[in-house]
């Protein structure tokens, strides 16, 4: 896959705080990708170096084969929903999109600034001035004036911070929208979000990066499955003798059974069907399946 | 090309802004409530000093020429101690009535100040709040700071103008003497001086506004160089240049010679009054000073803002 955002070795001083650390990874384009970390990981930092609004200490970005510091480099190109930055409180909504497609030279302003605000299910917003929205309101103004004329590359950052459940799905739906259409980059917390959306994920923590690839790696999905078990004596030995299998064992109180599998040697659903297969056998009774691990513990693990 | 239409976006958009936000009709009403202020002090002296020649001349004590001749060489007397030695100017300065050179020079006095409470927070309150990022990923740095500036330029140069105006017209009301055409003639020329002497002074409420993230530093560190820029001229003017000549019994005659006089050029508001000279080579040049420092502010600004995180 050819990479739209490629990052290497970026580092970032704050004067002696060095806030990322020798960063390196690369984002294919039309992926979803995740950037995930805990408060003071570098999240933030990074992807601000990757809008062009802060300067690298050293190392390089590219942007679709641009240098984001180039002076309109970046115009037209990148769509950016940045964190606690304000909208201009005194504009109306309306004109402050209009304006905002202006500069960035998209040819009809007044029809992108009313697309866009339907896509964010606020055309209502029309004529009330910015700084009269809520904050969730203000969030997808700002997702808004992000998704205007459908740049190629769109970065997301908390897209869904503070806001209440059904307007967290509606932008969740927003960004699902936009996969396959734009390489999307998220920042985010909340990791259940990101394991949903996101095709791969960097996971930062004190300003370097621990680990990147993609969301089934980091998971586990292609050698992992867990089996929580209701009632029954589990076979281990007949379990452990299943073909690809590599190990199996009871967690939690033997009310877990976890597998891993040659994900090279065998398709997940034929050894979770086999396994599903030979505990009913056994009457063993069974409450669910689930594959790979939940991407909160494989942070937490690594972080 | 996209460079223009960049600036053209930005500066349309802070005019309207600026308009729609309330400051600069708040600043407006200040600023004329100030000139009202001045015209009617230095207005009623005018009109008591008008009083006693006019009734000097009904008692047929001086006949009416040599009451004007008289006045004006009292006001070059006035000039020349206060203000310039410089004889054409003098010439062009006594023919101004006398509250409107006034209020004029108190304008141009405090026209800076008022230019920095108008623009302090022009980069600056985008900068803090980062509301800035919504527009550096579309347009160049840049094209953001040229295109406030011009908004901010556009907007003392309207402001000024009309200050400008009402100066004139309350000069003319009380002065029969400044006649219509040379009332406008005069109006012409005091905004067109207004306008250029403005420049530099946008140009380094742009600077100001560019070094820092705070919108009250900004306006400090502004105010404070408005000081410095007033201190340089009047240190430098203290003194004569090093080999300057002087006539006997000007003003100038009794200053010392020191190298310090070199400080005046440091400064922009040491050519402020070259403006209003008559003559074209010495207003010219004037002028191109202030272009000149105003481009000297702008590409410093520019220097603070094309390296600095946002």
């Known amino acids: ?303 | 090309m996209n460079d223009i239409h960049e600036i053209k976006e930005i500066w349309q958009g802070e005019i309207g802004r600026a308009l729609k936000g309330g400051r600069v009709v708040v600043l407006l009403i200040l600023f004329l409530l100030f000139i009202g202020l001045a015209l009617t002090i230095v207005g009623s002296i005018n009109y008591g000093l008008n009083g006693k020649i006019d009734e000097a001349l009904q008692q047929g004590q001086v006949d009416k020429a040599a009451a004007a001749a008289q006045a004006i060489e009292s006001r070059k007397k006035v000039l020349s101690t206060f203000f310039t030695d410089d004889e054409s100017l003098l010439e062009f300065l006594a023919t101004m009535p006398l509250v409107l050179f006034v209020v004029f020079k108190l304008t141009m006095m405090f026209g800076p100040l008022f230019i920095a409470l108008m623009g302090f927070d022009q980069i600056s309150g985008e900068i803090g709040p980062k509301s800035i990022r919504y527009l550096v990923v579309r347009v160049k740095r840049s094209s953001i700071l040229l295109g406030k500036f011009a908004a901010q330029a556009t907007l003392a140069s309207g402001l000024l103008i009309l200050c400008t105006i009402v100066m004139v017209v309350v000069a003319k009301v009380l002065n029969d003497d400044f006649a219509v055409g040379a009332a406008v003639l005069m109006g012409f020329k005091l905004s067109a001086v207004l306008v250029v002497f403005a420049l530099a002074y946008l140009a380094l409420s742009s600077l100001c506004s560019s070094v820092t993230r705070q919108s009250g530093v900004s306006l400090v560190l502004n105010v404070i160089l408005l000081f410095v820029v007033w201190a340089m001229a009047l240190i430098g003017n203290l003194v004569r240049l090093p080999g300057e000549e002087a006539a006997f019994g000007t003003l100038a005659s009794l200053k010392p010679e020191h190298w310090v006089g070199y400080m005046r050029f440091g400064s922009v508001w040491n050519f402020g009054q070259d403006l209003l000279h008559p003559e074209p080579a010495r207003f010219l040049s004037a002028g191109m000073v202030h272009l000149g420092f105003a481009l000297f502010f702008l590409g410093l600004a520019h220097l603070a803002l094309r390296k600095r995180d946002l």
């Not at chain 1, 384009?29 to 601000?48: R, V």
């Not at chain 1, 033997?254 to 030979?278: K, M, Y």
């Open chain 1, 1 to 303: 896959m050819k990479a739209a955002i490629e990052l290497t070795n970026l580092r970032k001083e704050f004067g002696a705080k060095v806030a990322v650390n020798d960063v390196s990874f690369n984002v294919g384009e039309g992926e979803c990708y995740g950037l995930i970390g805990p408060n003071g990981a570098g999240k933030t930092t990074t992807f601000s170096m990757m809008c062009g609004f802060l300067f690298p200490s050293s190392g390089t970005i590219r942007i679709l084969g641009a240098d984001p510091f180039e002076p309109g480099a970046l115009k037209g190109k990148v769509g950016v929903l940045p964190q606690d930055a304000v909208l201009p409180a005194s504009w109306p909504v309306g004109s402050l999109l209009m304006y905002l497609a202006k500069l960035s030279g998209l040819p009809n302003p007044e029809k992108e600034a009313r697309e866009v605000l339907d896509r964010v299910l606020l055309p209502e917003t029309w004529a009330v001035p910015a700084g009269a929205m809520s904050h969730g309101m203000a969030k997808r103004i700002a997702m808004a004036q992000a998704l205007m004329g459908n740049p190629p590359v769109v970065f997301l950052d908390e897209p869904t911070a503070g806001l209440d459940p059904k307007i967290a799905a509606q932008v969740r739906q927003v960004i699902r929208d936009l996969k396959g259409n734009a390489t999307v980059v998220v920042s985010s917390h909340n990791l259940q979000e990101l394991e949903e959306l996101c095709d791969s994920t960097a996971i930062l923590d004190k300003g370097r990066l621990v680990k990147a690839g993609t969301m089934s790696e980091m998971t586990g999905q292609l050698a992992e499955f867990r089996v929580q078990i209701a009632r029954g004596p589990v076979p281990m030995d007949e379990v452990k003798a299943l073909s690809g299998c590599r190990t199996a064992s009871l967690e939690q109180n033997n009310t877990v059974l976890v597998v891993h599998f040659d994900g090279q040697a065998v398709q997940p659903e034929d050894i979770i069907s086999r396994t599903v297969g030979l505990l009913v056998q056994r009457q063993v009774l069974i409450l669910g399946v689930s594959r790979g691990k939940r991407l909160e513990e494989k942070v937490l693990q690594l972080t």
